[in-house]
C-alpha cells in the first residue's frame, strides 16, 4: 500500500480538463494495479517456485527482495524522470520494461533467469508507477482530482487481496509462471490503451536527473539485504555477512554526504531532518516490512508445514488482506478525531499482538486469525505514515516527500523479508520440519512492532490533520 500525495490545487490558470481523462484514470489504475499485485501474487507461489527451479533458502528470499528493492530504489529516479522527460513517455517506458520482464520471469528455468526477470519488473515499475501518479495529478483538478485520487488510493488493499487470490489460483492451476504470464497480455493491452487515451505532455525539463544517486541508494541497501539474506545460512561473524553490512555503512554514508552536496539531489536527507516527515518514513517502513513478510512466512507454514495447497492458501490469506484495507479504511477517520499519535500508537500495538498469537500457538486457525489482527494495525499504519509526514509539506515538496514515504514503503517490504527470513532460517530450510525458526520471527515482529509502538508515543508529532485533507494509501 503506497502513500499518495495530498490534494493541492494548481496555482494560476488551470487548462479545459481533457475528455479522456476518465478512460486515462481508468487505463493507469489497472496499470497500477498490476504493479501492487506483483508485490503479493508471487508469496503463495514461492514454494513451488523454490521446488521446481531447486532454489536455498536465500534464493527464494531475493524473489521477493529484487522486485522491491528496485522498485523504491528507483522510484523518485522514475519521477523525476517524469518531470524532465514527460510523464507518458516514462510510463510507457516502465509499462515495456515490466511487461518484458514479466515474461522474462514466466520463461525462466534457473534462478538468475528468474531473478533477471524481477530486476526488470522493479525498475519497470519504478518507471511507471510515479509517472502515472504525476499523470493523474496533473490530468485532473479541483474536486475531480480528488476523486480520482481516491479512485487511485483504494488499489492497494484490493491489489494486495486479489493478488493472493490470484497467486493461489494460477499456481495451483496452470502452474507459478503463469502468476507472471498473465502480465504480457494484460501489460499489451494497456500499452495500446495508454497511447491512445493518456495525454502527452513535455517534460519540464530544466534539470539533471541524479543517476548516481539512485545508483547509491539501491546499492546500499541492496549489499544490507545481501549481508542480512547471508547471515541466516552462514551466521552473524561470517566474511559474507560482515563486509557486505559494513559496505553497506560505507555507502549510507557516502550517498548522505553527495546528497547534501549535490545541485539536484535525487532525495534531500534534510527532509529526514524534519520530525512528521522522519515519522511517517519510520511507521511506513515498519508497517509494510511486517505486512509483507507475515505473507511471505505464512506462505511456506501453510504449504510446507500445514500442508496446504496454493489454492487453499491463496483463500486462507484473504481474511488478512482484507484486514488491512479494514485498518486503511478506519485510520482516516480516527486520526482526524484523536490525531495522529495515538492511532499510530494503538495501531502498532494491534498488530505486536497479532503477531504474537502464532509465534505463541501452532496451526492454522492461529496464523490466520494473528495475521489478520495484525494487518489491521498495519493498513491503520499506513495511513498514519502518510498522513503525518503529507500534512503539513507545502505544495512544492509534496511530491518529493510522497516520493520519499513510498521509497520506504518498498525497501521496507525488502528488508523486512530479508531480515525475517535469516531470523526464520531453520524452519525455510528444514521445509516447515522445524517450527521452531518460524516461531522466533514471529516472536522478532512482534518485539519490533511493540518497540515501536513505545517509541511512537514520543517521536510521533501530536496533532491533526488539516481539515479537508485526503490521503490515501495504498
Not at 508469496?43 to 536465500?58: M, Y
Not at 479494514?326 to 495522529?340: E, K, Q, S
Given at each position: ?11 494560476g ?65 522514475g ?47 519504478a ?6 501518479m ?25 491489489g ?15 502452474g ?20 491512445r ?26 549489499t ?40 539536484a ?44 495447497s ?56 492461529a ?11 498495519q ?96
Amino acid at each position: 500500500m503506497h502513500s499518495q500525495t495530498p490534494a493541492h490545487p494548481h496555482h494560476g490558470t488551470e487548462e479545459a480538463p481533457d475528455p479522456r481523462r476518465w478512460r486515462a484514470l481508468t487505463v493507469l489504475a489497472v496499470a497500477q494495479f498490476m504493479l501492487i499485485l506483483d508485490i503479493t501474487v508471487v508469496t503463495v507461489a514461492l514454494p513451488d517456485i523454490g521446488r521446481d527451479l531447486e532454489l536455498g533458502r536465500a534464493a527464494t528470499t531475493w524473489v521477493i527482495t529484487t522486485y522491491t528493492l528496485l522498485f523504491g530504489g528507483l522510484m523518485v529516479f522514475g519521477g523525476r524522470s517524469a518531470d524532465l522527460f514527460g510523464a507518458r513517455r516514462v510510463a510507457l517506458t516502465g509499462l515495456v520494461v515490466f511487461t518484458g520482464s514479466s515474461l522474462l520471469a514466466g520463461l525462466a528455468v534457473n534462478a538468475p533467469m528468474l531473478l533477471g526477470g524481477r530486476v526488470g519488473q522493479g525498475i519497470g515499475a519504478a518507471l511507471l508507477s510515479p509517472a502515472a501518479m504525476a499523470i493523474v495529478t496533473t490530468t485532473f483538478h479541483g474536486a475531480e482530482r480528488n476523486k480520482a485520487l481516491g479512485v487511485w488510493g483504494a488499489l492497494g488493499g484490493t491489489g494486495a487481496a486479489v493478488g493472493v487470490l490470484v497467486g493461489g489460483l494460477l499456481t495451483a492451476g496452470p502452474g507459478w509462471s503463469w502468476i507472471f504470464f498473465v502480465n504480457v497480455p494484460v501489460g499489451s493491452a494497456l500499452l495500446v490503451a495508454m497511447t491512445r487515451v493518456v495525454p502527452d505532455r513535455r517534460g519540464r525539463g530544466g534539470r539533471n536527473i541524479d543517476v548516481l544517486g539512485a545508483v547509491l541508494v539501491t546499492a546500499t541497501v541492496g549489499t544490507a539485504i545481501y549481508g542480512l539474506i547471508n547471515a541466516g545460512d552462514d551466521g552473524w561473524g561470517d566474511p559474507f555477512t560482515v563486509v557486505p553490512l559494513l559496505a553497506a555503512g560505507v555507502l549510507g554514508v557516502i550517498f548522505v554526504g553527495y546528497e547534501r552536496n549535490t545541485a539536484a539531489p535525487l532525495l534531500d536527507p534534510r527532509l529526514l531532518v524534519r520530525r512528521p516527515i522522519a515519522a511517517g518514513a519510520v511507521l511506513m517502513l515498519v508497517a509494510t516490512g511486517l505486512l509483507i513478510t507475515g505473507f511471505f512466512l505464512g506462505s511456506f507454514y501453510l504449504q510446507q508445514a500445514q500442508g496446504n495447497s496454493a489454492l487453499v492458501t491463496g483463500l486462507l490469506f484473504v481474511p488478512i488482506a482484507l484486514g488491512t484495507i479494514v485498518g486503511a479504511h478506519n485510520a482516516g477517520r480516527l486520526i482526524g478525531t484523536f490525531g495522529y499519535r495515538p492511532v499510530g500508537v494503538v495501531a502498532l500495538a494491534i498488530a505486536a499482538v497479532g503477531l504474537a498469537i502464532p509465534a505463541g500457538w501452532h496451526g492454522t486457525p492461529a496464523l490466520i486469525i494473528g495475521l489478520t489482527i495484525a494487518a489491521a494495525g498495519q493498513g491503520a499504519t499506513f495511513v498514519t505514515a502518510t498522513t503525518t509526514a503529507l500534512a503539513n509539506v507545502t505544495h512544492d515538496q509534496a511530491g518529493i516527500t510522497s516520493g520519499l514515504v513510498n521509497t520506504f514503503h518498498e525497501v521496507g517490504a525488502a528488508l523486512g523479508v530479508a531480515v525475517l527470513s535469516t531470523v526464520a532460517a531453520v524452519s525455510l530450510r528444514t521445509g516447515g520440519a522445524d517450527l521452531s525458526g518460524f516461531s522466533a520471527a514471529f516472536v522478532f515482529g512482534a518485539v519490533v512492532a511493540a518497540v515501536v509502538a513505545a517509541g511512537a508515543t514520543v517521536f510521533i508529532p501530536a496533532g491533526k490533520p488539516p481539515v479537508g485533507m485526503r490521503v490515501g494509501a495504498h
